[in-house]
């Protein structure tokens, strides 16, 4: 069985399939199937886009279905954001992302859920690296990444600007 990471501010949900399929169909249809509150910015529309890719990429490749969470702040029991990973060619190495609503930014929270979601992913003894990547101008995820132990790794140009690559090893 799969244990839920948490601290006394945020734990990780698994995010199943089953509860992608119910975002897709309403955010209401979504709630009935949680024991906690939605925070009404949650999801945005780029990512609710997103979720039918989501779930077509874990059938074709189950490990990501132990990397994908709802992030929740215990205080208000309110699902604020997710958190996930897409694994890399080697299983050695996954791709972190990580969202939270912007009413509830500022925080902490994307720092303590990142924080879980990598003791998370060593504890399972197969992960040894997790990258990520942010705009070099979204200095709230540089802040992020930097206090969950995130090592700058290089900067590359992409359509929406400069991009900067983190890394954490075990």
């Not at 199937?33 to 529309?45: A, G, R, T, W």
Request: with cysteine; net charge positive; hydrophobic share 40%.
């Amino acid at each position: 069985m799969l244990k839920i990471p948490e601290t006394p501010e945020v734990m990780l949900i698994p995010f199943t399939d089953r509860l992608m399929e119910e975002l897709i169909k309403s955010t209401k249809s979504f709630s009935a199937h949680l024991d906690h509150e939605v925070h009404s910015q949650f999801p945005n529309q780029e990512f609710k886009e997103a979720l039918p890719l989501f779930i077509q990429r874990r059938k074709q490749n189950r490990e990501e279905q132990n990397l994908g969470f709802l992030i929740l702040w215990r205080e208000l029991n309110l699902v604020v954001g997710e958190i996930g990973a897409k694994v890399l060619p080697t299983c050695a190495e996954i791709e972190a992302g990580y969202g939270v609503v912007p009413g509830m930014r500022g925080r902490g929270i994307a720092t303590e859920a990142l924080r879980l979601f990598t003791r998370h992913c060593f504890s399972s003894g197969r992960v040894k690296t997790i990258r990520a990547g942010c705009l070099e101008a979204n200095v709230g995820s540089i802040r992020v990444l930097e206090k969950a132990g995130f090592q700058r790794a290089g900067t590359k140009n992409t359509p929406d600007g400069p991009s900067i690559s983190w890394v954490l090893q075990k």
